[in-house]
Nanobody, 129 residues
Framework: QVQLVESGGGYVQTGGSLRLSCVAS????????VGWFRQAAGKEREFVAV????????YYADSVKGRFTISRDNTKNTVWLQMNSLKPEDTAVYYC??????????????????????WGQGTQVTVSS
C-alpha cells in the first residue's frame, strides 16, 4: 500500500512559478515511477509528467515541455514538479500517482491513467491572467 500527499499548490500570476511536492509513504519507493496529472474544472484528468524509478528517465506532455521539470529524491521519498512560466490554462487540481506494479518501467511515451495504482488527494494550482 502506498499513500501519496501533495503540497505546494497555490495562487500565482501568469509567468510565475510554483513547486509541487509529492511525499510517499510505504515501502519500495525507489522501485516505481511517479507521475503528475491535472484536472481542470469540467475537464478530464490529463497527464503532465512522469519520472521513472531512478529519476534518470522523464517524459512530459507537450503542453508543459520546456516549462515544467519533474525530479525525485529516493532518500526522501519525494517527487517534485517545478512549474515555471505558468499560464492561466495551467489552472487545475494537480495529482501525483504511483505506477506501483510496473517495477523499473521506463517511459518513452505518454503513460495512461490506468497505469497508475495509487493517487494522492490533489493540490489546487490557480494562475491568474
Amino acid at each position: 500500500q502506498v499513500q501519496l500527499v501533495e503540497s505546494g499548490g497555490g495562487y500565482v500570476q501568469t509567468g510565475g512559478s510554483l513547486r509541487l511536492s509529492c511525499v510517499a509513504s510505504g515501502r519500495f519507493f525507489s522501485s516505481y515511477g511517479v507521475g503528475w496529472f491535472r484536472q481542470a474544472a469540467g475537464k478530464e484528468r490529463e497527464f503532465v509528467a512522469v519520472v521513472n524509478w531512478s529519476g534518470g528517465n522523464t517524459y512530459y506532455a507537450d503542453s508543459v515541455k520546456g516549462r515544467f521539470t519533474i525530479s525525485r529524491d529516493n532518500t526522501k521519498n519525494t517527487v517534485w514538479l517545478q512549474m515555471n512560466s505558468l499560464k492561466p490554462e495551467d489552472t487545475a487540481v494537480y495529482y501525483c500517482a504511483a505506477d506501483f506494479f510496473s517495477t523499473a518501467r521506463t517511459y518513452y511515451s505518454e503513460p495512461h491513467i490506468s497505469d497508475f495504482d495509487f493517487w494522492g488527494q490533489g493540490t489546487q494550482v490557480t494562475v491568474s491572467s
